[in-house]
């Protein structure tokens, strides 16, 4: 036992050493024109081999250590618990919800410009989350390309206001129905492939519709991106010093009020907001509808969902085409708010923290999805100080996730169904 | 009820079935019995769709349902246990029969969920328990319930004694008898020859692709030949 720890502990040390010496211990520099590689300097290696032996003493005591971890389970008030009794929990979600959105109405008028934009990010990621949900954690489909209907929706928008001036509100239903017909057709080859084969081809998928929109320069503009994206209007009314838009007015001088750059912002948020909610009601709407029972049913097993009759076809593509419909949703408010649009916004990395989103919220619980959305758009927001490391603390929090809480900060319950005299 | 005419089926290029000619009669209990590998399994699956007969017709009350998919065949009157139960593990054993009547109108689940309690009184001790969490007996009850929801007029059952304990297999021998009593023809996939034989009315005995003999139950039973094969002698 002791001898199997220490070998291990061991195999440890050595790895961080490889590891930790080419990236830490040797340096390029440039000298004229050519890079000649040099050694660091003694504190890095006295550094180096500190982690070592950090790693080395971590992994030969590692059980005992995660053993005491007991102690934060305890000192955890929710552990152990009693789970909640259904009608007290719908209760308390519901609280929860309404609660947030109250928060969210009045947000706006509290807070800095600042905070208003990060909050629209935080809708839109909200919406991603919840379209995502459906895919993923009720249909049990593992879509790693994901953002490629984000970018369909944002480029929607984006070229039909700038080849043709159609508006944002004209726009928003095309973006996320076109989105929607994206879903519908990158399902049909998809349908026979499961698990890892689906995660491939998904990924794929959106790796196509990047490089597409990254290379149709004549259409898209390629690299350079689209800019001049038009600000949504409320009733004909612009946000801009100018007016722009022919037959329009300007919101500030409607209503009489000096111009501010702010009624923008948070007209902006308020559509945002109007949206994610729209998306909540309508899935939630759909959870309890036979369309989302027959989605659990094959996420539960998909030869007993067939043999009941379901199409797994059908099945499948609703559940491909109702997520993507809201990421084109969300493309849209996107474009609208950058007011610029580039390949570069819809990258892996998006559709993976997407997915973070919906696993650490627990697969295809709603408030779950929504706190998750939350606190990974704005931790690393509060970690600016900490630039560099962003990345390692949004890695470390996802693994410390995994090990305290793998099912998600609220794992999805249903609402169970029960028959009336039964 | 259901009519297999000569039906081959290829897995690729391999063929399972090699023109199997079965016919399952209104009200009956047919038992189809053969040793591993004998196609018995595949035989359903076709029968489903899934696959499709390459050549040959299946008749089910009449009409040809060889070439229809999955979906529309098992919404037609037929329904299936699966081999292994296959119940959702994650839904309760309410929402797993409701899943069963996922095309019924609610007032007609309301009714059927009422039938199947009556007949598994065990399962409305255990309506709202998530059904991964129940043993291999009830489980089978359950995909037995979940099955008897769509109302079907055939019930085909893939193994239903596989892996349960000798008193519970009898239970649900008894069931399968009291569905035939209810007016529902049952084909009956076994290894469990002995019990299969003795509750059916008919028997096919399939090997290696083929039908190797039909009789009635008590007559297959008597066979010596399959008495050395599936019998144990």
């Known amino acids: 036992m002791m001898a199997q720890s220490f070998r291990h502990a061991l195999f440890c040390g050595v790895i961080t050493l490889i590891i930790a010496w080419p990236i830490l211990g040797l340096k390029l520099v440039a000298e004229g024109t050519s890079i000649t590689v040099r050694g660091a300097d003694a504190f890095t290696w006295a550094a180096v081999a500190v982690a070592a032996v950090v790693v080395f003493t971590f992994q030969l005591f590692r059980d005992r250590l995660m053993g005491r971890l007991e102690v934060l389970q305890a000192l955890n008030p929710l552990a152990n618990r009693e789970p909640l009794p259904d009608a007290k929990r719908i209760r308390l979600e519901n609280i929860g919800m309404v609660l947030l959105i109250a928060v969210a109405l009045v947000w706006p008028f509290l807070v800095s410009r600042g905070s208003v934009d990060l909050a629209t990010l935080v809708l839109i990621y909200i919406m991603l989350a919840l379209g995502l949900n459906v895919v993923v954690g009720l249909a049990g489909l593992l879509d790693l390309g994901y953002v490629a209907f984000y970018a369909v929706g944002a480029y929607t928008f984006a070229l039909l206001s700038s080849y043709w001036g159609v508006s944002f509100w004209m726009a928003l239903p095309i973006g996320a129905l076109l989105a929607a017909l994206f879903g519908l057709v990158l399902g049909f080859p998809v349908l026979r492939l499961r698990g890892d084969y689906l995660a491939i081809v998904t990924l794929g998928f959106g790796e196509i519709i990047r490089i597409l929109l990254n290379n149709w320069t004549s259409l898209t503009g390629g690299p350079n991106g689209i800019g001049g994206i038009p600000d949504p209007t409320l009733f004909g009314m612009e946000f801009g010093r100018r007016v722009r838009g022919e037959g329009n007015v300007s919101f500030h001088e409607t209503f009489g009020i000096p111009y501010s750059s702010e009624h923008k912002v948070i007209f902006l948020y308020l559509i945002a907001l109007v949206l994610a909610v729209f998306t909540a009601l309508v899935i939630r709407r759909l959870m309890r509808m036979p369309v989302g029972r027959s989605w659990e049913a094959l996420r539960e097993d998909e030869i007993a969902a067939r043999s009941l009759g379901l199409s797994r076809t059908g099945v499948k593509l609703s559940a491909f085409t109702i997520g993507a419909f809201f990421a084109g949703f969300a493309g849209t408010v996107f474009a609208s708010k950058q007011g610029f649009i580039s390949p570069e916004s819809f990258v892996f990395l998006e559709s993976a923290i997407i997915l973070a989103i919906v696993v650490l919220g627990g697969m295809g619980s709603q408030l779950g999805v929504i706190l998750a959305a939350i606190a990974v758009t704005i931790l690393p927001e509060l970690a600016r100080e900490f630039a560099e490391y962003r990345m390692l603390i949004f890695g470390a929090a996802m693994v410390l996730m995994m090990v305290w809480r793998p099912q998600g900060l609220l794992p999805m319950r249903r609402r169970h169904i029960k028959l009336k005299g039964v | ?233």
């Open chain 2, 1 to 233: 009820m259901l009519v297999l005419e000569d039906v081959y089926t290829h897995y690729g290029k391999i063929e399972a079935l090699h023109g199997v000619s079965v016919e399952v009669r209104a009200g009956e209990i047919v038992a189809l019995i053969g040793a591993n590998g004998a196609g018995k399994t595949t035989l359903l699956m076709t029968v489903c769709g899934n696959p499709q007969a390459s050549s040959g017709r299946i008749l089910l009350e009449g009409r040809d349902i060889t070439r229809r998919p999955t979906a529309e065949i098992m919404r037609s009157g037929i329904s299936i246990v699966p081999e292994g139960r296959r119940v959702f593990p994650g839904l309760t054993v309410e929402e797993n029969l409701y899943m069963g009547g996922f095309f019924n109108e609610r007032a007609d689940n309301e009714r059927g969920i009422g039938r199947v309690y009556e007949l598994f009184p065990r399962l409305k001790e255990r309506g709202h328990q998530r059904a991964g969490t129940m043993s291999g007996g009830e489980q089978q009850m359950l995909a037995i319930g979940r099955a008897l929801m769509s109302k079907p007029r055939l019930m085909i059952l893939d193994e239903p004694s596989l892996g349960l304990a000798p008193l519970v297999i009898r239970q649900i021998f008894e069931i399968i008898a009291q569905l035939r009593d209810d007016g529902i023809t049952v084909f009956l996939v076994e290894q469990n020859a002995h019990q299969a034989l003795h509750l059916a009315d008919r028997g096919y005995v399939l090997e290696t692709g083929r039908v190797r003999l039909q009789d009635t139950g008590l007559n297959l039973l008597a066979n010596p030949d399959v008495q050395n094969a599936y019998l144990g002698g």
